[in-house]
């Protein structure tokens, strides 16, 4: 008998099903998101996207979303990425998986996702890190019209 992903500490493990739709839930009443939807389908949930309401953000930025991976070992990955009218995309991702470049706890910052940092945080129960994304958008949201009013 072979040893499952579960077995092995340099594997994340299968998608976690129950936790992605638990935060579904949450983010379905979040304000800032207007959609959400699994893929490739809610039977078999292996990401769960969430666009976020691009009418909160000044005219340049066409789209916003998070798409969130959670698995079965507690590790995860949220991506936020916008698409700005000229083509451009800002983007960063909340990380925790094993991996050689950084603590298995880190945060790749904006605007492209390449510079990696380890990340400290007191919970990463998944509505706690939910919430500190959220917090993050919100922000990200004020920024872009104080830039806007400059």
Known sequence: MSPSPDDDPASTGPPDRQTLRLLERILADESVVTTTEFEPDSYEPILLRALVGVDQYPPAIETARLDIRWFTRGDFSIHYIETHANGDQWECRWDRHPNSHNARLHFHQPPTGDKVEDL???????????SLVLAAI???????????AS
């Open 120 to 130: 400290t945080v007191s919970s990463v129960h998944p509505l706690d890190i939910v």
């Open 138 to 148: 919100e922000q990200r949201i004020t920024q872009h019209w104080s830039i806007d």
